[in-house]
């Protein structure tokens, strides 16, 4: 079985650049969630995708979209970037998505520094 | 709006011995899920245990059990039989059954000392 799998694993852009992050789910999951982690703090939810159509939407502004493929692969692009959104960016795989089975599958996440 | 507080940036216990992390949550929902998962330096974030709100019982996994008070909004980690392994940030998460999203505390370092 084929766990979350997530690149590139570490980046540096300069403020105002674009950056696409990119995360395999696990084998027979169909739903991938994305998730901001700035230093010192817990996750916070970005959206998720299910089935190829995004689920749901954190408080994040429309500079940070997404995409999920066919083999329900998916996609974190942000546009503009700025100094604030240095932080760590985690996928997650469920097999549903609700919260009926409950359970999240990371990756080791992207760290992104801006300057 | 759910919101999961985790009052202990950092705590310490010795090899072989027990410790408590502490976490409340805030929701109007009366059906949802509770998570404690664990951050090592590798990053990658491992479910410890999970606890189902509906359920009275409280779960159990091996050396990892919690306290789940529903009326007191209250979900603590108990993780008896410290190992240095078990070194790492701990996070608690709430997941509502009707959201899609998962809403994690803070998270408190756990620091095990030989």
């Known amino acids: 079985e084929t766990g979350v799998t997530q690149s590139p694993t570490h980046l540096i852009k300069t403020r105002g650049q674009q950056v696409t992050l990119r995360c395999s789910s696990q084998s027979g999951h169909n739903t991938v969630s994305w998730y901001q982690q700035a230093l010192g703090q817990g996750p916070q939810f970005i959206f998720q995708?299910?089935?190829?159509?995004?689920?749901g939407r954190g408080n994040f502004p429309p500079r940070f979209s997404g995409l999920q493929f066919p083999n329900y692969s998916s996609e974190l692009n942000v546009n503009a970037l700025e100094l604030d959104d240095s932080a760590l960016y985690l996928c997650?795989?469920?097999?549903?998505?609700?919260?009926?089975?409950?359970?999240?599958?990371f990756g080791e996440g992207s760290r992104l520094t801006v300057l | 709006a759910q919101t999961v507080t985790q009052s202990q940036p950092e705590m310490s216990v010795q090899e072989a011995e027990t410790v408590t992390l502490s976490c409340t949550y805030d929701t109007s929902e009366s059906d949802y899920y509770l998570f404690w998962y664990k951050q090592p330096p590798s990053r990658q974030m491992i479910l410890v245990i999970r606890q189902e709100a509906y359920k009275q019982q409280n779960a159990t996994e091996n050396r990892f059990s919690v306290n789940f008070q529903k009326a007191a909004k209250s979900f603590s980690l108990k993780i008896s039989d410290s190992q240095l392994g078990d070194a790492a940030m701990y996070f608690c998460?709430?997941?509502?059954?009707?959201?899609?999203?998962?809403?994690f505390g803070t998270g408190t370092s756990l620091t095990v000392i030989p």
């Open positions: 998460a709430y997941g509502g059954n009707t959201g899609n999203q998962f809403y």
């Open positions: 997650a795989s469920s097999s549903t998505g609700r919260m009926d089975t409950g359970e999240l599958f």
């Open positions: 995708y299910y089935r190829e159509e995004e689920n």
